[in-house]
């Protein structure tokens, strides 16, 4: 399942930072979203607002046609973040189990999950047993435990080394493909954002605010044949054009 997030003239303020200027913006289901921009700009914060962790000082947030808050309550939204939030004694198994009774939905079956990403032989595992990569599987499998709707996911491969983080965002991209999910995803690596994306939007800072959107038009899932694809080049470019200036961009 997924759902639409629609946001209404929605803003942050604190004090006199203005970490979102007012923005207008829909996303329709199913679409995976990719947000780039410099440190600051306010990624996270519009994050924190779609998953009731934070409210806006003007405008609403929808998801589907309920707010944030009713979303979160209805286990509708799945959260990743930087680190994995693995419990240490936990193993893999009973840390999406974990996760399916915290959220009083069954779900997915925790051995399917397990299988499906690859971590069957690792089940019996304690975390300080798996790799980065490993860790970083098990925490998404639990934030989409209980099937959400939306997932949310503040830079989550910024913890791996280059070849770690292209193959982990290939294989959500696959996975994502088999359980469709509405994806917000915060990351500072442009080639990871067009590889990944229906869209990338670029934010500025000072005030934050949304300064391109820019559709990627190759059909999901890609592989890693796609970064030699005329649309990637161009588009990668394009974003770095946007973030570091024109010279950069070729460089
Ligand atoms: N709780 C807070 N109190 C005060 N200022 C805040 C708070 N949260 C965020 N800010 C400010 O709002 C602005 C946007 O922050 P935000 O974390 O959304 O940026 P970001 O684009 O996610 O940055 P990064 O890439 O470094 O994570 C920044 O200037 C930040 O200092």
């Known amino acids: 399942m997924s759902a639409a997030i629609t946001y209404k003239k929605v803003s942050r303020r604190y004090g006199d930072v203005i970490a979102l200027s007012e923005t207008d913006l829909n996303i329709g289901a199913g679409q995976f979203v990719a947000l780039v921009g410099p440190s600051g700009c306010g990624k996270t914060t519009l994050l924190r607002l779609t998953a009731d962790l934070d409210q806006p000082s003007t405008g609403q947030v929808a998801i589907g046609d309920m707010p944030p808050a009713a979303a979160r309550k209805q286990r509708r939204l799945g959260l990743v973040s930087q680190r994995p939030a693995v419990l240490p004694w936990k193993r893999a198994i009973d840390d999406i189990r974990f996760t399916q009774i915290a959220t009083q939905k069954s779900g997915i ?7 499906d990403f690859g971590l069957a032989q690792h089940e019996k595992k304690l975390p300080h047993h798996l790799s980065g990569g490993m860790l970083q599987r098990v925490n998404f499998a639990s934030a989409i435990a209980h099937d959400p709707d939306v997932l949310l996911m503040d830079e989550p491969f910024s913890a791996l080394d280059e070849m770690k983080r292209e193959e ?8 994502l493909a088999e359980r469709p999910k509405t994806v917000l995803f915060v990351t500072h690596h442009v080639d990871e954002a067009v590889l990944l994306a229906d869209r990338v939007l670029v934010f500025s800072a000072s005030p934050g605010r949304i300064v391109a959107d820019i559709p990627v038009t190759t059909p999901r899932p890609r592989t890693a044949a796609f970064r030699t694809h005329p649309e990637f080049v161009e588009l990668t470019n394009q974003v770095r054009g946007l973030l570091f200036g024109k010279q950069e961009a070729h460089a």
């Open 109 to 115: 079956a925790a051995e399917d999950l397990l299988r």
């Open 168 to 175: 982990l965002g290939l294989w959500l991209g696959k996975v």
